[in-house]
């Protein structure tokens, strides 16, 4: 099917230019674009990938924990002696 897209000039020079770089019509690289925007949006949500990426900082978490509860604790004392 043929249609017309606007997109901005920068992005249809880059575009351009990767598509020469892989040696490809500039059709072919839109469509994979698309074909690949696609298939990650319909197979998982975007901010699904980001889910989990902090879980090695769940230990270092709890020791500031600690130390704030530790902090507060010497706090409440100096002010109820």
Do not use: C, N, Y
Request: proline share 4%; hydrophobic share 35%.
């Amino acid at each position: 099917m043929k249609t017309t897209l606007e997109i901005p000039d920068f992005l249809f020079r880059r575009a351009k230019s990767v598509a020469a770089e892989r040696g490809i019509p500039l059709r072919q690289l839109v469509t994979e674009a698309v074909q690949e925007k696609l298939k990650t949006t319909s197979q998982e949500k975007p901010w699904m990938k980001h889910l989990g990426k902090l879980k090695h900082l769940r230990g270092e978490r709890k020791q500031i924990e600690k130390r704030v509860e530790e902090a507060f604790e010497k706090i409440d004392r100096e002010v109820w002696e």
